[in-house]
Structures are given as C-alpha cells and as structure tokens.
C-alpha cells in the first residue's frame, strides 16, 4: 500500500511517472479503476485490516495524532487474525498508524506475528524521528524492541530489504501473508538523489522530489517481487496495490482529472490507483466499483475461509475478479459519515450507488489541479493547501460519474427526487454511526529518552 498517492501519480495514468514494476503487475493483472480508499491514512488502514466502514468503528473524523489515547477497537477481528487462524505466517513491514499508547493497538496484538516499521503517522524517511508540538522522538521498531540500525537509511530501502528478508527466509509448509504499507510518498518530500535526478526535466521541484520517493517504492517492490521469484513463491502469491488516499495537492501529488484531495470526499480524494494481480486472474481493466473494505472477505474467499464475527461492510468480489462474472455484489460506496455540532442537519457525508453520488455536505479543496509536470507557479495562485481546506463547504451535490467524472456538473436540481433518494439512504446509514471517542492529546504520551512509546494509556 502506498502513502497519499494521487490517482495521476502512477505510468499507466500518467506517462511522466516512472513505475515500472508496479506497472508490469498491474498490466498483467487486473486494473481496478473504480476502486475507493477512505479520505485519510487511520481510517482507510482500519477498514482494510477490519472490513468496517470507519464511521461504524468510531474512526471517521481524523487520523490518529502522536499524543491521542485511541486505536483500532480490540473488539474487532483483523484480516491478519483471520489468515493467522488458517495456519498463515503473518507479517506487517512498514507504518501502522492504527494507535500505540497501549500494547493491545500494536500490531503484534492484532493478528501479525511480527512488525517491522513504524507506528506513527509520519516521520523523517532517514532519521525515523517525529516532532509533535515541541516533542521530538524517534520511532522504528523490529517487533518491539527500538531498532537503532535503521538510523540513517531510507524507509523504502529498510522496507523492500526486510521483506525480501522474509519471503526468503520463510518456511514454505506455512502459507505466507506480507502487509507492506510503506511511507511513500507521504510528507515530508525526500528521495534519494539518484531518484530525483531521473526527473530532472521537470522543473516544479516538489514535484521532482514527490516522483522520486514513487520510484524509490517502486524499486523496492521490484526487489521484493525479485525474491518472490527467487523463492519460486511468485506463481502462488496474490499481490493487491493500492493508495491509502489521493494525493495532497501542493505536495508534488496529482489526482488530474479528478476534482479534490486527500481528506476531501470528492473523487480526487478517494478513488485511488489499485490492481490485483496472481493466479486465477486474467490481465483486463475491470470498471466495476471495489472499496477498500472488500478486500477482507475477497481475501478469505481465496483461501476459502468464512468470515468471523458479525457481518462487515465488506464484500468479496473474487468470483467477478476471477471469472468475469456478472455477478458483481458491490453497487454502492458510502465515502464517509461526520457529524458536526456546527452543522447539525448536514453532515459531512457522500454516498454513491450506481453511477450517481450525492454528497450531503463536503467541505475542504473543491478544485481540478493539472499535472505541474511543465508549470513554474506555484499550487493554488498563492493559497497554500491548509487555506484551501478551510475553502466553503458545498452542500446537496449531485453527479453521474458515468458522464462526468470529474465532477463538474451539479445536477441536484435537474433529478431533485434522486436527491431525496440518496439523502434518504445516507440518513439510514447515520443510524449506524459510532460517535469517536477521541480525548485531548495525553503529554503522558511525550516520548521516553527520546523514543516514542507505548503503555500510556
């Protein structure tokens, strides 16, 4: 999984874009085109790992910052407890970002054998160390024991290496499951040199630097699919890419020609580059809708294992992968539900069903950003992206993405009894929401000799 990828930041969107690796996987496999991340990093991470809409899990309104006292509610199963039960080995290299102030939100607690990364949201890709409102304290763990050997070494570089590790040295009687989200290309922009060089045209230098931590992932995944091979593991793995959101626009990301950003409900800010690629699937771009929460049960209907627990918001979409089948379960998306005491009749909220979406109330960048792939000036006209989010929220919006994707006309007013329809929907769907439970940030939570920690809450 990437890190605030835009829906142009990859070659078979873009040309520019150098990911070749990423781009042989994906033409061989199947393209997902209309596939939906949630708006930001926690909540998308929580209903790839649970199949749960994060407004049912308390998880809608924001990430989780350094000093909040939350996680990913340990009442709920992950997609690693599932394959772990199946007798798989069970591994998560890279950011977790699903809470640490306690042991039971840590990784090893929900479902993975080992951990290998970071458990914050963002940090230096070199010195590993975060500041948080005056506190600074570095963050890279193996399991969890603080690994200082990192120091100094690219996080896509520790990354592809650690993987390769594991997938070299496994014992194949077990099955294998690898979580890999990397870093890429989340703030702060660095890419080693040699990366940045490799887009020495373009002259915008933000951009320059975004590309080459793409291409910098990208080499690390060719490297991990290399051990695949190696380890004559790769005709027997299935491989699933994709962004946790789209692009940070006046980051260097792209979303062109969807309209919005990260954090926005718009298309820029939730469809999302991803693939599927393995055995039992034949190379084709496939335009039916997948959310992120569908790859939980699309994953145990590989393996066929049943889910455990209540019923999710997930669905598998493996014989429609696999076979072509029409018979495609998934026809409608929520992107998300807030509340708001400011606006308590319109909520923050979108849904789509069919090829229409409605969105209640969505606040945040509004815009269409072109690729600044020749352009000097810088993003906004002058604003820069913090103002944009502050921009004036739309309200009673509605769009056929069939014809107009990118969001340009609003056709509340020409199908009004459509609107009541999809209000209507998204106001039983509110039923459902579980208010979050985030608290003042905790300075118990400040790091300890300078390490981020757990066991303060």
């Known amino acids: 999984m990437a890190d605030d990828l835009g829906f142009n930041d990859v070659s078979w969107h873009n040309a520019v874009v150098k990911t070749p690796h990423l781009e042989s996987l994906a033409r061989n496999g199947v393209l997902l085109e209309q596939h939906y991340s949630q708006p930001l990093c926690t909540p998308t991470r929580a209903s790839l790992l649970t199949g749960r809409y994060p407004f049912k899990i308390g998880l809608q309104e924001r990430v989780i910052h350094p000093l909040t006292k939350e996680g990913l509610p340990t009442n709920l199963t992950t997609i690693a407890d599932e394959l772990r039960s199946a007798g798989y080995s069970t591994h998560a290299v890279g950011k977790w970002h699903l809470g640490f102030c306690n042991e039971d939100f840590l990784p090893t607690s ?22 948080q409102d005056g506190h600074s304290g570095y963050d890279f763990r193996d399991d969890l024991k603080v690994d200082h050997s990192a120091k100094g070494v690219y996080s896509s570089v520790l990354f592809g290496r650690k993987s390769s590790q594991i997938i070299e040295n496994h014992n194949q009687s077990n099955p294998l499951f690898l979580y890999l989200p990397f870093q890429s290309p989340h703030a ?31 080499d690390a995944i060719g490297g991990v699919i290399e051990s695949l091979k190696k380890s004559n593991m790769i005709k027997n793995t299935i491989i699933v890419f994709l962004s946790d959101n789209g692009a940070r626009v006046g980051h260097g990301g792209n979303n062109w020609p969807l309209r919005g950003m990260k954090a926005g409900l718009w298309e820029g800010g939730t469809r999302t580059p991803a693939f599927i690629h393995g055995p039992g699937l034949s190379p084709r771009v496939e335009n039916r809708m997948f959310h992120v929460t569908d790859w939980y049960p699309t994953i145990l209907d590989i393996i066929k294992k049943k889910p455990t627990g209540p019923p999710m918001d997930g669905i598998s979409a493996w014989k429609g992968l696999a076979k072509k089948s029409p018979d495609w379960k998934r026809n409608e998306i929520v992107y998300n539900l807030k509340e708001s005491k400011d606006h308590p009749n319109n909520p923050t909220g979108a849904i789509r069903i069919g090829h229409w979406k409605f969105l209640w109330r969505v606040p945040g960048y509004d815009g269409w950003e072109k690729p600044t792939e020749n352009r000097t000036k810088k993003f906004c006209h002058g604003k820069n992206w913090l103002d944009r989010m502050n921009d004036k929220a739309h309200t009673n919006q509605l769009f056929n993405l069939a014809k107009d994707p990118s969001e340009k006309t609003n056709l509340a007013e020409v199908e009004p009894e459509r609107v009541l329809k999809m209000k209507a929907k998204l106001k039983s769907h509110l039923k459902t929401l579980m208010s979050p439970s985030y608290e003042a940030d905790d300075l118990a939570g400040t790091p300890k000799n300078g390490i981020w920690s757990t066991g303060w809450c």
């Open 110 to 131: 929900r479902g993975f054998d080992h951990h290998y990364g970071y458990w914050l949201g963002a940090e230096d890709y070199y010195k590993h160390t975060r500041s």
């Open 188 to 218: 702060p922009l660095q890419a080693p040199k040699q990366y940045v060089k490799m887009y020495k045209t373009i002259r915008d230098k933000e951009r320059r630097e975004y590309l080459g931590m793409i291409t910098a992932m990208d």
